[in-house]
């Protein structure tokens, strides 16, 4: 079996969640045969992991913690001549390669392969359709975010198979979409006792994550907490992003660590935007999370909008506000800890997908 693995490269989160996702395919078909087609941060994960193909994609600008879907428009107006210049491209490289399947997420290129090739095709994304309507009730839906609810709906009508990751209990059951459990690529069973971290990474107490992600969006939310980190007795890490600042001294920066899971096992929480893939890692190693996710990007409001009575969301991000957030969200540690904990949340997302594409395939 062949299968060709599209993966957006905005962030980090879309590639880590779809190497998940590869290793138990791996793991229950040894022979199937990967290939990835990335650009960016995406291409930049897999290039020394698998065979990958470098493709055009989606800029994301800004660091103001707001999509502005002008910018954006600026930004990408040429994407559609991309799209099927490097459809032709992925082909012609992959000559020998057609795949039997392939899976993508918002990526417009792999449904157009999928046409060319006549394939079966997946699309893996965390935007929820029927959420999308539960949200809309209570709240005013902003012109950016009714576009890219349309645009990710429309790519969900061309899919063979949607499947929606979610940290949702109840879920509805549909013809056109599927749920399955969260999908992260360490669980904490996997790794040593907490004591034996804290020890290999050289750490005298349990430090606060500070999680960026590929993008730049969180810039200016690590920035303020640096600035307030000496108002605190707590030891500060930020990962991700492209910081050059004057870090305070009790606040380190490590851009990227494949060590990253073993931060968060021994973390006391985490603070992050509202990417899947990190909401996700930190629910199922039971963290207390503060999470400030990014305007008008529908995916991470109605992440939050799921999560709103299990951890700690603000809209703001003034340094007054981040200070009182971060008071608070300190002091509340404990008792968010338990909101998670009960919420259980499931890393079998991974295997949930396997069985979806033995039936696909069947």
Request: aromatic share 10%; charged share 25%.
């Amino acid at each position: 079996m062949k299968i060709l693995v599209l993966v957006s490269g905005i962030g980090f989160g879309d590639a880590t969640r779809e190497h998940a996702n590869i290793i138990a395919i791996k793991k229950k078909f040894p022979k199937a045969r990967i290939m990835v087609a990335g650009y960016d941060n995406s291409y930049l994960y897999f290039k020394d992991k698998f065979h990958t193909l470098k493709i055009k994609g989606y800029k994301m600008p800004g660091k103001s913690m707001k999509v502005n879907p002008v910018l954006f428009g600026l930004r990408n107006i040429l994407l559609p001549a991309f799209w099927a210049v490097e459809t032709l491209k992925v082909r012609l490289q992959a000559f020998n390669f057609i795949p039997d399947l392939i899976i993508t997420d918002f990526e417009p290129v792999g449904l157009s392969l999928s046409k060319m090739f006549k394939t079966k095709n997946i699309v893996v994304f965390g935007f929820d359709p029927d959420l999308y309507q539960e949200y809309k009730k209570n709240h005013k839906i902003g012109y950016a975010q009714k576009v890219e609810a349309t645009y990710f709906s429309q790519l969900y009508d061309q899919a063979d198979i949607v499947v929606i990751p979610t940290f949702k209990k109840r879920r509805k059951k549909h013809l056109r979409h599927t749920y399955i459990n969260p999908i992260i690529r360490v669980k904490p069973e996997d790794l040593p006792e907490e004591k034996k971290i804290m020890k290999s990474l050289g750490l005298k107490k349990k430090p606060i994550l500070i999680m960026l992600g590929g993008s730049d969006f969180g810039t200016k939310i690590a920035k303020t907490i640096n600035k307030l980190a000496p108002k605190f007795k707590e030891h500060f890490i930020i990962f991700g992003g492209n910081l050059n600042i004057n870090l305070q001294k009790n606040v380190h920066y490590i851009q990227y660590t494949s060590d990253f899971f073993k931060y968060l096992k021994v973390s006391k929480g985490l603070i992050t935007l509202a990417g899947h893939s990190t909401l996700s890692e930190a629910l199922v190693y039971k963290k207390a999370i503060l999470c400030f996710p990014i305007h008008n990007h529908i995916e991470q409001e109605l992440n939050a909008f799921t999560l709103k009575d299990t951890i700690q969301i603000s809209n703001k991000h003034s340094p007054k506000i981040v200070e009182k957030e971060l008071k608070q969200f300190i002091k509340d540690i404990p008792k968010i800890e338990k909101k998670v904990a009960k919420l259980n949340i499931k890393a079998s997302g991974p295997q949930d997908l396997v069985k979806i594409i033995e039936t696909i395939m069947k």
